[in-house]
């Protein structure tokens, strides 16, 4: 089942389960207090909650709709160096700290930092941002955990970790400004509910980066090559700490860019997660 936050009619907003050509947007719930997509994702039970009011939804082609980002009031944080992929990009293009991403890959902690409060979430088809002071950014396409305050995997969304390599690259205490800033992520369409494990070797992440009627970028992984695993993530994030709202993780990126390229004003990135759907979004650099 795929969940999404939706807005409608031009003003209403609002929660829907979404098939392939259909929103059906559910209910107001007046017996419990279930009302934002938040609610029904750290209820326990998403699917029952969900399958009480499915009954009496209002059907909307998808065309009808805009999806916003599936975020509430959740943190976002991201693990890095999670794919061997990423741990070789890291230490190119960091030549003072590529010891470090070389020992955080095999280490048994994880790299985990902050990335977005909700406010610097862009929604889907919205522009994610470069930074000015940046000359060398990538988007980074990533499975999301959806946790919820027991830090429980609930459901999986697609996230965009914008990342200003040059940034980190000249020195790794630069990390949080090379990743945290205004539209610095994005995340949806939809959130696929984690009622069962993903099957790793056949969920397929593919990416592609256009420019005007050129594609410039494809690349494609699968969560197979990842080399940690999801619940041993979500564990280490909730590790003396406590996140009553719930909190979205990224789970790191097998798919980078070669070091001359860079995003530009202008581009549209897609980002593909089999099982779940597309993210796109339109890149910003002024």
């Known amino acids: 089942m795929k969940l999404a936050k939706i807005q409608y009619d031009g003003v209403q907003t609002g929660v829907a389960v979404i098939e392939e050509q259909t929103a059906h947007i559910l209910p107001p719930d007046e017996v419990s207090w279930l009302t934002t997509l938040a609610d029904i994702l750290h209820s326990g039970n998403p699917a029952y909650h969900v399958g009480q009011r499915l009954a009496s939804a209002r059907v909307l082609p998808l065309e009808k709709i805009n999806f916003l980002a ?34 955080v890959y095999s280490a048994p902690r994880p790299e985990l930092f902050f990335k977005a409060t909700p406010q610097r979430v862009v929604h889907p088809g919205d522009a994610v941002r470069v930074r000015t002071d940046s000359q060398w950014t990538v988007p980074e396409p990533e499975l999301t955990l959806v946790l919820n305050p027991r830090l429980e995997i609930v459901g999986y969304t697609i996230g965009n970790d914008m990342s200003a390599r040059d940034i980190e690259g000249e020195n790794p205490l630069y990390l949080p400004q090379a990743k945290v800033y205004r539209q610095c992520c994005a995340l949806g369409p939809v959130i696929l509910l984690a009622n069962e494990p993903l099957p790793l070797d056949e969920t397929k992440i593919r990416m592609n980066i256009q420019r005007g009627r050129t594609n410039v970028f494809q690349g494609e992984t699968d969560l197979g090559q990842m080399h940690r695993k ?40 897609s980002i593909e997660i089999t099982g779940i759907g597309t993210l796109r979004n339109s890149v910003v650099k002024d």
Request: charged fraction near 30%; avoid cysteine; aromatic fraction near 10%.
């Open 70 to 103: 599936p975020i509430d009031s959740q943190e976002v944080w991201a693990a890095g160096v999670t794919y061997r992929r990423s741990q070789q990009a890291r230490m190119e293009e960091s030549k003072s700290g590529a010891t470090h991403y070389d020992k």
């Open 230 to 269: 999801l619940p041993e993530l979500a564990e280490w994030l909730g590790r003396d700490d406590q996140f009553p709202d719930g909190a979205f993780l990224l789970t790191g990126t097998g798919i980078v860019p070669e070091d001359d390229f860079s995003l530009e004003n202008g581009d549209e990135i």
